[in-house]
């Protein structure tokens, strides 16, 4: 075109053929779910139970072969012909020196890597980056993974019955307690940029001792290299400026890897939507590296997140102002011995601070104030080792110790009708001031062995021992979590994964309810789980997963929540504020999920059915964040220039409490109705003659339909000179357009 910059066509006249051949091991059997990919143009093909694969047709020529399995060494092949009648290759990979450490023994893992992944099969490039959804988010975008429940504005995601807070978050091995945007309303964002993350395992239970003080999941994030390609990036879009950048001094062993970005959302909200407030945010991540795991590998990493948030209900008479303010400093060192000997060891410190004063003022109804001022520090230190004995047995151990402090200064006042009292059945005024410091101290050890038992059963045994101390109080019983995982092998295609567990969770000094009246933490709360997968991949590479699991929770922590608007910017003072304090909960569900991994088109559907029940005055009630059943299928497509995605998800309406003319009827009883979403998004990329460029195009909820969330009390005169009741629904996020530029270079 001009020099220095060429455009690359396919020659339509060019004869094709077709490249066929085997993948087999060292012993000559064959290999089963292998892919077998020809560089530069990408086609590829998966093995079936026969080792068989078959690639194109492509136009005649030479290419480079890759392959890649489970178990096994990858192998490259250059300068392969392909041309008619051409004989079949024959491949033979060797197996892999750490097998055993990459065999998949857990359940309900879904692996994501940079190579696209969702459950055992790769779906194509960076997965999170082309998800469909708002503030370029990679949080919201691994919640939309089977068994997951996720409300139409928050990115905050209740796991297989779990509450919001059962999750843990974890980026290069260290954990972040505060992980979104706005965690004074709602959890609107996450705080990590989807191009930032290299990898990700996502557990929706089942996971091994090495995670631990959470119940229902995992979300462990990996960054990217440094060197990976582009490694600098500009943007702009409706949510976020963006800026990236990443190198290395190859001479002094030095990396680096920066990404920093502002919200560009206020202007269009003070433009377009006045009622959804004026937010006004911003992150930073940065890591510094040193050396290489060899030898040792050293790295600094820091965290930053400022939230600020003026917004007001004017229906509902409410009004808040919320800041909040999150950073995490850890150093990170790394070794790995050529005996099949590694460690890790973490050094961090992290503070969470926030702010939110709101009021409430509705006439005939309720009035009120807040002011909530809270600070919270941690310091971690984590140890962790694995040795791979020989290639039938690896072992893994590690020591967490934390210390937590915290200061709460909360004040709250509120008065309620007494029509609305009556209703409610609650006292008509409300006046609570708390001003604690809380300490605690934690400490975990964790230890397992993973054992292959005989060529296609490995196992995994592990336990997890757990002691928290408060400030002023005797110290807690040691917590013991025995973990089982089996994993059998059948056939190259298909397994079968066995896990039963206890998890126990731990209130964090953060996580305090002084807002509900709460001056002591509750004690640590209990699951054991059972779960029975069966995973199968088809000749073409669809992977087919099914999962049952169960969960028995017993002494679960009380909970507190709204009967009619979970939406309230003063939710501890607004009149239909509830405890929730049941003796255990019950969890059960099923799951089945399909993942095709194509050229060019790469789809997914997941199939969920759950329920989730408190056990509550002798009888089961639904939680309130119950769905029954759901149903999730997306695609991602690359035609030319452009790449389209979609992802579309329907569920049965979560439970409510109806509102008769006088009285409240039973809780969770009722139901809004089905839920339904499709969020769509198109790229156009183009090369510049430095790096390329991209304009992307969506919207969220494109449907906004079966929207509603909550319910608006409305007073009324019974024409009798007495009150009576009514209620309006209200929605969650409306239909959200966006778009945005990326200049990669």
């Known amino acids: ?20 051949g085997r993948v087999l091991d060292e012993r000559g059997a064959p290999i089963a779910g292998a892919l077998v990919r020809l560089a530069p143009i990408q086609a590829h093909d998966w093995t079936d139970d026969q080792g068989r694969f078959a690639i194109g047709a492509v136009p005649e020529g030479a290419y480079d072969l890759h392959v890649e399995a489970a178990g096994f060494q990858d192998a490259d092949r250059d300068d392969v012909e392909v041309a008619g009648g051409a004989p079949h290759l024959e491949l033979r990979l060797a197996s892999a020196g750490t097998e055993l450490a990459e065999v998949v023994v857990s359940t309900s893992r879904y692996a994501l890597d940079r190579f696209g992944g969702l459950g055992s099969v790769r779906i194509g490039g960076d997965v999170l980056a082309a ?63 989807p191009t930032l993350i290299g990898n990700a395992e996502v557990y929706t239970g089942g996971f091994p001792v ?26 702009l879009s409706v949510f976020n400026a963006m800026a990236r950048s990443g190198g290395e001094i190859e001479r002094a062993g030095v990396d680096w890897l920066a990404i920093g970005r502002a919200g560009t959302l206020k202007p269009f909200v003070q433009a377009f939507a006045r009622d959804a407030g004026s937010p006004s945010y911003g992150d930073v991540y940065a890591r510094l590296g040193y050396g290489d795991a060899s030898k040792i590998r050293l790295t600094a990493n820091f965290l930053w997140s400022r939230d600020e948030l003026t917004i007001a209900r004017q229906a509902e008479g409410e009004s808040a102002k919320i800041e909040s303010l999150s950073r995490y400093l850890w150093l990170r060192a790394d070794r790995a011995w050529e005996n099949g000997f590694e460690a890790a060891l973490l050094f961090g410190q992290s503070s969470i601070d926030g702010f939110r004063a709101g009021t409430i003022d509705n006439p005939g109804i309720s009035s009120g104030s807040v002011d909530d001022r809270r600070n919270s520090e941690y310091v971690d230190w984590r140890g962790e080792i694995a040795w791979q004995v020989n290639p039938r ?44 410091r809380p300490g605690r101290n934690r400490i975990a050890l964790y230890a397992s062995h993973r054992w292959q038992v005989a060529d ?150 997941g199939l969920a059915w759950s329920e989730a029940w408190d056990s509550l005055g002798g009888r089961r009630q639904a939680r309130s964040w119950d769905q029954t059943w759901a149903v999730t299928a997306g695609f991602d497509w690359v035609h030319g220039s452009w790449r389209y995605g979609a992802v579309a998800s329907t569920h049965r309406g979560w439970p409510t409490t109806q509102v008769g003319s006088d009285s409240l009827g039973p809780r969770n009883e009722d139901r809004f109705p089905t839920r339904a979403t499709i969020d769509l998004r198109a790229e156009y990329r183009r090369p510049l003659a430095v790096g390329n460029l991209a304009v992307t195009f969506e919207v969220t909820n494109a449907l906004n339909v079966g929207n509603a969330c909550c319910q608006r009390l409305i007073l009324e005169d019974d024409g009798a000179g007495g009150t009576s009741f009514t209620t309006q629904e209200t929605d969650w996020l409306p239909t959200v357009p966006s778009i945005g530029v990326l200049w990669e270079f």
């Open 393 to 436: 047995n690896r072992i893994e151990a590690g020591i967490h110790w934390v210390e937590e402090d915290a200061s709460y200064r909360y004040a709250a006042s509120a008065a309620f009708s007494e029509p609305v009292a009556e209703l409610f059945g609650r006292a008509p005024t409300l006046d609570r001031e708390t001003n604690l």
């Open 1 to 20: 075109i001009r020099p220095g910059l060429y455009a690359v066509t396919a020659d339509s006249k060019a004869p094709a053929a077709v490249l066929e």
């Open 131 to 193: 998800q469909p959804g708002p503030g370029e988010d990679a949080v919201r975008s691994l919640a939309r993974l089977p068994g997951m429940a996720q409300g139409g504005l928050t990115a905050q995601a209740n796991i297989r019955g779990g509450e919001s807070g059962e999750l843990l978050t974890l980026l290069d091995g260290y954990p972040l307690r505060e992980v979104f945007h706005l965690p004074g309303y709602h959890d609107v964002f996450g705080m990590l940029d």
């Open 210 to 235: 090495r995670y631990g003080n959470r119940m229902a999941g995992v979300f462990d994030l990996h960054t990217i290299e440094a060197t990976d390609e582009p490694r600098s990036a500009l943007g």
């Open 456 to 605: 296609p059963l490995v196992s995994e045994i592990g336990l997890r021992a757990e002691q928290t101390v408060t400030e002023g109080f005797d110290a807690e019983n040691w917590l013991l979590d025995p973990r089982i995982n089996l994993r059998w092998e059948f056939s190259p295609a298909t397994s079968v994964r066995a896990h039963w567990g206890r998890f126990h969770q731990t209130d964090e000094v953060h996580e305090l309810k002084v807002e509900d009246g709460l001056t002591q933490f509750p004690e640590a709360q209990r699951s054991d789980q059972f779960i029975v997968g069966i995973d199968h991949r088809l000749d073409d590479g669809i992977a087919l997963r099914l999962e049952w699991y169960r969960k028995l929770q017993s002494d679960p922590r009380p909970h507190f929540e709204n009967l009619l608007d979970p939406m309230s910017l003063v939710p501890e003072i607004a009149p239909d504020r509830i405890e929730v304090a049941p003796l255990a909960a019950e969890v059960r569900g099923a799951e089945i999920s399909a993942v095709a991994d194509g050229r060019m088109l790469n789809w997914w559907v």
